[in-house]
């Protein structure tokens, strides 16, 4: 009897998840089919046939490569910033006990949570005070310092997993604080890194609006800008390359999201940030 | 950091309460609150301010916060198979780049999208969502984007709760509801404030979709404060005037940054 209870009761529940489940999936499907479909639309409709058509013409450096190689420039180069930083960071908070680290990682938490979105205006105004608006090193700057408090509080948590007595026998060893970080410490703590890595990349690849705001020449512009040429600006959009071109440009999070949680099981990064 | 998030913050500080513009201006002078006087007397304000309060309302709290909760639950009562459809597919929506979930429900709820095709097949109404109800239209985008962040909170939280507590209020025939309610609820609280707290932080800023979908309108019936505020200082061109605006938002922002860190340290 409560066998069978149990089992209506999942049923139920499978229904519900799949409800949920195929209302989510309504416009990723639309994507997928209008980049193959010859005559896509704005509906999902079954695909009059099959065409590669959108993606050959996409494929070319004005509308792909080039945004996709700034992105790249862009993000790379904020996650490098922000990872190296982070982890220097991170270290003395995480080794060093010292009156400073509690209110330190409180800021920390408080700048985390502020909506970046209020300070662009700001940012933008001082950016062409100082002559870095429109370049991508200033962009990196500031991708990596809106990235940091994040990536600095989940850094620490990770490295707080590491026991220190391995570290202090290195140093005892002779090596210094700097050595045993990046000898011992970092690759003790390799997948932490990697959530870092992962998430600042994914989250700055995604932003639209600090490269909107902080980039004005076409030739620097990222995929997440140059994709709302398709839109508006040029007249007529061509649905079909649209998503073709949106499949291109999500691929590498995708991707990049699927590596991560394979490793780590989908919500634990999450939930060491989210607990604190 | 210090330089790049503080110095901006100190900078906007003192913009807000100029009448610098990006044009045909030499020097900026002092205006005093007159900025915040204006922001307050606007009409389009606070239209933009009851906009963000209904948009934020309804997508976070209501739509990713609850939608979240109820999958995690059913998550752990479904088969295996349908959990991993599942996930998968809400959590594509959260990795997504913001501009291309954007353009994704723009062509849902366009008068010829899916939307209205599955609504004619119901036989239920069509009409033209991005025109007659877009905030509406925004909210269940963020809430389609946002969710997987509540589940992935929520299915660890529920997974940390020991199973013979559950079990217990079983054995003492307690109904389904009333475990959610009087045991389940109560005992991840903390993650529901937490989880609260950051979503709602996170639908404060929320610019792309928004803008993707609607630029704000049509007119401004989608204009939530952080497109109100890229008006005024861009395309308007007073920056002073924005930044002012920028400095409530952030001041919102950090009241609510400063309740979720009371809520952590309580808990420390």
Redesign the interface.
């Known amino acids: 009897m409560s066998a069978r209870r149990a089992r209506s009761?999942?049923l139920?529940?499978?229904i519900?998840?799949?409800t949920?489940?195929a209302a989510?999936?309504?416009?990723?499907a639309?994507?997928l089919l209008?980049a193959v479909d010859p005559r896509a639309?704005?509906?999902?409709?079954r695909p009059d046939g099959f065409t590669l058509d959108h993606f050959d013409a996409v494929l070319t450096d004005e509308i792909t490569f080039t945004p996709m190689l700034n992105s790249l420039l862009l993000c790379g180069g904020g996650t490098l910033l922000t990872v190296v930083?982070a982890a220097l960071a991170a270290y003395p908070l995480s080794r060093y006990s010292s009156r400073l680290n509690r209110p330190f990682m409180?800021t920390i938490?408080?700048?985390t949570?502020?909506?970046?979105?209020?300070?662009?205006?700001?940012?933008?105004?001082?950016f062409v005070r100082v002559d870095l608006i429109d370049t991508l090193q200033g962009t990196i700057?500031?991708f990596?310092?809106?990235q940091?408090?994040f990536a600095i509080w989940l850094m620490k948590n990770f490295m707080d997993g590491v026991p220190k007595e391995l570290e202090e026998a290195a140093w005892t060893d002779g090596a210094s604080p700097l050595q045993s970080l990046i000898r011992i410490v970092l690759p003790l703590m390799g997948p932490g890194v990697a959530v870092v890595t992962v998430f600042s990349f994914?989250l700055m690849?995604?932003?639209?609006?600090v490269p909107?705001m902080l980039l004005l020449s076409p030739d620097q512009m990222p995929?997440?800008?140059s994709?709302?040429d398709f839109?508006g600006s040029k007249g007529a959009i061509v649905?079909g390359q649209?998503a073709a071109f949106?499949l291109i440009?999500?691929t590498p999070?995708?991707l990049l999201?699927v590596l991560i949680?394979r490793r780590l099981g989908?919500?634990?990064a999450?939930?060491g940030a989210?607990?604190? | 950091?210090a330089?790049?998030?503080a110095?901006?913050?100190g900078?906007?500080a003192y913009?807000a309460f100029t009448d610098?513009q990006l044009t045909g201006q030499a020097h900026e002078s002092f205006v005093g609150f007159e900025n915040f006087r204006t922001a307050f007397g606007d009409e389009d304000f606070l239209n933009a301010v009851w906009l963000t309060l209904v948009f934020t309302f309804l997508s976070s709290v209501l739509g990713q916060n609850t939608?979240g909760l109820?999958?995690a639950v059913?998550?752990r009562?479904?088969?295996k198979p349908?959990?991993t459809?599942?996930?998968a597919?809400?959590?594509?929506?959260w990795?997504?780049?913001?501009?291309?979930a954007g353009?994704?429900?723009y062509?849902?709820f366009?008068r010829?999208?899916?939307l209205n095709?599955?609504l004619d097949v119901l036989h239920l109404p069509s009409q033209n969502w991005l025109f007659t109800l877009p905030i509406l239209a925004v909210s269940f985008a963020n809430m389609?984007r946002g969710?997987a962040?509540s589940m992935?909170?929520y299915?660890?939280a529920l997974s940390e709760i020991p199973r013979e507590v559950t079990e217990a209020a079983e054995v003492d025939g307690a109904g389904g509801w009333r475990r959610m309610w009087h045991i389940t609820l109560p005992m991840i609280r903390r993650?529901i404030g937490?989880?609260l707290?950051?979503n709602t932080?996170q639908t404060?800023?929320?610019?792309?979709l928004i803008?993707?979908m609607t630029r704000g309108g049509p007119g401004n019936r989608s204009q939530t404060l952080?497109l109100f505020?890229?008006e005024q200082?861009?395309q308007k061109s007073m920056?002073g005037y924005?930044?002012a605006v920028?400095?409530l938002?952030?001041l919102v922002?950090?009241l609510?940054?400063?309740l979720?860190?009371r809520l952590?340290r309580t808990?420390?």
């Open positions: 009761r999942r139920a529940a499978d519900g998840l799949l949920v489940a989510f999936a309504v416009p990723l639309w994507v209008s639309d704005v509906g999902v409709k930083s409180l938490l408080f700048a949570s502020l909506p970046i979105t209020a300070i662009m205006v700001p940012v933008y105004a001082l700057f500031f990596a310092a809106s940091l408090p994914v690849w995604g932003n639209f609006f909107f995929a997440a800008v994709i709302n839109f649905y649209l949106s440009y999500s999070v995708i999201y949680a989908g919500g634990f999450l939930g989210v607990k604190g | 950091m330089l790049f998030l110095g901006p913050i900078y906007c913009i610098l939608l109820a999958l059913l998550m009562r479904a088969s349908v959990r459809v599942t996930g597919v809400v959590v594509t929506a990795v997504l780049p913001e501009v291309v353009f994704l429900l062509a849902f366009r010829d999208g899916t095709a599955v389609w969710t962040f992935l909170v299915s660890a993650s937490t989880n707290m950051l932080l404060l800023s929320v610019f792309g803008w993707v952080p505020m890229y200082a861009f920056i924005g930044t920028a400095l938002l952030l922002g950090s609510f940054s400063l979720y860190m952590l808990e420390v």
